[in-house]
């Protein structure tokens, strides 16, 4: 069974741009949550979708924003980049959603924001 | 609102010896309780849960956790650690009050001395 695959792993942009990251979820997974981890402040959640539909989400500014597809891939979009979105981003999947806490985690995309 | 504390930051430990990895957390019922391993450039991994029930987990990699009410905690051990155990740790627990949102610790990274 094949795990969360995140892509791209590494990317390097620059302020002011704007970035999508995919997760493609374990297969039968409907839930996907994204996380921004860094040094500084550890892991903050940034939003959960559930077939297709937002569920929750963190206390991030409107820049970060995310969306899912029927086929429970997501995306998740930075718009107008600033050094302190440099983090690495983790994708998680699971059955039913983060009520049960039980994540599988993807290996992350790394963006340096220069 | 309800938080996770992981007093240690960073935890130094030698192979082959024993290890305890100190978890609190502010909750008035009994959380739904996780931790998490995260292995250098890797995503995280679920080591053990708590739900109900054994106050004693066990979960993967040789690692347990015990669960106590009356100190609000959820300590994680292994009784012999060894150099792949070397990450970062991360304590975890669902805030039932709040849309079953994951609320995390801020990890603690486990070095193994030779």
């Known amino acids: 069974k094949a795990g969360v695959t995140q892509t791209p792993r590494y990317l390097i942009k620059t302020r002011g741009q704007q970035v999508t990251l995919s997760c493609s979820p374990i297969?039968?997974?409907?839930?996907v949550s994204w996380y921004q981890q860094t040094p500084g402040q550890g892991l903050q959640f940034l939003f959960e979708?559930?077939?297709?539909?937002?569920?929750n989400k963190g206390n991030f500014p409107g820049r970060f924003s995310g969306r899912q597809f029927s086929n429970s891939r997501s995306e998740m979009n930075v718009s107008t980049l600033e050094l302190g979105d440099s983090a690495l981003y983790l994708c998680a999947s699971s059955l039913s959603g983060g009520n049960t806490g039980e994540l599988f985690f993807g290996e992350g995309s790394r963006l340096t924001v220069l | 609102a309800q938080s996770v504390t992981q007093p240690d930051i960073h935890i130094t430990v030698s192979e082959g010896a024993s290890l305890e990895l100190r978890c609190n957390y502010s909750y008035g019922a009994t959380p739904y309780l996780f931790w998490y391993v995260q292995s250098p450039g890797q995503g995280l991994q679920l080591l053990l849960k708590y739900f109900s029930g054994d106050t004693l987990v066990q979960g993967i990699k040789g690692f347990e956790a015990e669960f106590k009410r009356s100190q609000s905690s959820f300590n994680l051990r292994k009784p012999s650690v060894h150099w792949s155990d070397a990450a970062e740790y991360f304590c975890?627990?669902?805030?039932?009050?709040?849309?079953?949102?994951?609320?995390w610790g801020a990890g603690t990274k486990l070095i193994i001395k030779p």
């Open positions: 979708y559930f077939s297709e539909t937002q569920r």
């Open positions: 975890a627990v669902v805030e039932m009050d709040s849309n079953y949102q994951l609320i």
């Open positions: 297969s039968g997974h409907r839930s």
